[in-house]
């Protein structure tokens, strides 16, 4: 059915929507039926005398209401109609709209390796009645054994009066800001950072200032200068695979801020969220400068979201007790169920696995969008989960937000990341999660041809 010509004559809806709505129809009446191939979309663009725009957003909005299937490399299909509802009316499968815009690790789908993470939760689930009581806070020995075991990846060989398992990163960010800043004082931060520190800070009522950065990460300079003109009470950074940027600061630029934290009296926070990911990383602050920083790696980007728990590494014993107090005032503890989960993850190696599928999954997305995406137009790592685009010239972050949205697929706009100064005609487009790979290459192709039009062409509904 590769001549399939809709009659758009007939509907008085918009174009994108007559097409899917034609497409529909004709499915009902058999004309096209489950398998037939329909044309390539630019095909049927010149045949209709309509942008290829107006067309994709067609073929989209039949892909959201379970008409069609877009397979890679093969084209696109249609499916069967499921059976009627007690209406009497088709009722269409709707798959999942592309959302890119949480920052997730790939989900797992190899059959070995999730069994062998369904032999770990069923050998922690035997001592589940233990695991439903109150815990101390900060980790049982044995879980104290593992964060050491894990944090050692990253160089960090901490005693363990100075690692407390928390319940997630926010958790613990929450913790440490309150203790390093009352209402009204100042933290430091990147110009543009992740936006959960940004919402920490403002529910404590602290003021985050952004710092320039360059290609390297913030510019010390300006560090020093903030120091002098606002007396930080600490400066909190992303340094690894920084979310949105998706920069990672070099060692030397590490040591060059480091030097300026320690003159200037002021602890960094590390926010080391998807340090676990480059397997030869620069070493952390916390290795760098372990007496003034606050280290925190959590593990829901090395191994899942709902892996809600966190390794924190306090500068000393003595400042881990307040921080214990706050943290415990706040979630009285990590989910035992939890931890023993990622203790037992880490001991017997499927943590290792669990990260050596998402690293090589990341990087197949990376290439995707490396592959479909014009060359220069956006910033990424080749392990990172998203990829940062600076808008090209007449584009508008909102403008190009709604013309995502319009087709399903989900972006965030800068303005979640800005700390200082107007947030830049950019977006962060993440390639992670449950989204599989079919999927990704055809919501990239859509914004690969967006990013190549003028805002006027490829936002037009004929």
């Not at 529909?24 to 390539?40: E, N, Y």
């Not at 950072?193 to 320039?212: E, F, M, N």
Request: net charge neutral; with cysteine; hydrophobic share 45%.
């Amino acid at each position: 059915m590769n001549d399939w010509i809709p009659d758009l004559a007939s509907s008085d809806r918009p174009r994108y929507l007559a097409i899917a709505d034609l497409i529909a129809a004709d499915m009902r009446s058999g004309r096209l039926t489950a398998g037939d191939r329909l044309p390539p979309q630019r095909k049927l663009a010149q045949r209709l005398d309509l942008d290829f725009t107006t067309v994709a957003r067609g073929y989209t909005e039949a892909q959201k209401r379970g008409l069609i299937e877009s397979r890679v490399g093969q084209g696109t299909y249609v499916l069967a109609l499921a059976k009627p509802d007690r209406l009497g009316a088709p009722a269409l499968r709707r798959p999942e709209v592309v959302d890119l815009s949480m920052n997730l690790p790939p989900e797992p789908d190899d059959p070995a390796l999730l069994e062998r993470m369904r032999a770990g939760l069923e050998a922690v689930g035997r001592d589940l009645v233990s695991l439903l009581r109150y815990q101390g806070f900060g980790g049982a020995p044995a879980d104290k054994d593992a964060a050491s075991a894990w944090l050692g990846r990253r160089a960090l060989v901490p005693a363990q009066e100075r690692i407390f398992v928390s319940p997630g990163a926010h958790p613990a960010l929450l913790g440490i800001f309150g203790l390093l800043a009352k209402p009204g004082e100042v933290i430091l931060s990147e110009a543009i950072t992740y936006p959960g520190a940004r919402s920490i800070a403002a529910q404590l009522g602290i003021a985050l200032v952004g710092l320039p950065m360059d290609a390297d990460g913030i510019d010390p300079d300006a560090l020093a200068q903030a120091c002098t003109r606002l007396a930080p009470k600490g400066l909190y950074l992303n340094p690894t695979l920084q979310n949105p940027t998706t920069l990672t600061v070099p060692e030397r630029r590490r040591a060059e801020i480091a030097a300026v934290a320690r003159r200037c009296r002021i602890p960094i926070v590390e926010d080391d969220a998807y340090g676990f990911i480059p397997p030869h990383g620069p070493a952390p602050f916390a290795a760098l400068a372990p007496d003034i920083t606050w280290h925190v790696a959590g593990l829901a980007k090395c191994i899942g979201a709902g892996m809600r728990a966190a390794y924190v590494v306090a500068p000393d014993a003595r400042s881990g007790w307040p921080f214990a107090a706050a943290v415990r005032a706040a979630t009285v503890m990590a989910s035992p169920l939890t931890v023993a989960l990622a203790t037992r993850w880490i001991e017997d190696g499927t943590a290792e696995a669990i990260l050596r599928f998402i690293r090589a999954e990341t990087a197949a997305r990376q290439v995707l969008a490396r592959e479909i995406l014009p060359p220069d137009s956006f910033r990424a790592d080749p392990l990172s989960f998203n990829i940062w685009v600076p808008l090209p010239e007449g584009w508008t972050r909102s403008a190009f937000i709604g013309q995502m949205r319009g087709t399903g697929i989900g972006v965030v706009a800068s303005d979640a990341f800005t700390v200082e100064g107007p947030p830049p005609e950019a977006v962060r487009i993440c390639l992670g999660g449950p989204t599989g790979r079919p999927a990704i290459r055809h919501a990239l192709e859509f914004i690969a041809h967006a990013l190549t039009e003028s805002p006027a062409l490829a936002s037009t509904v004929l």
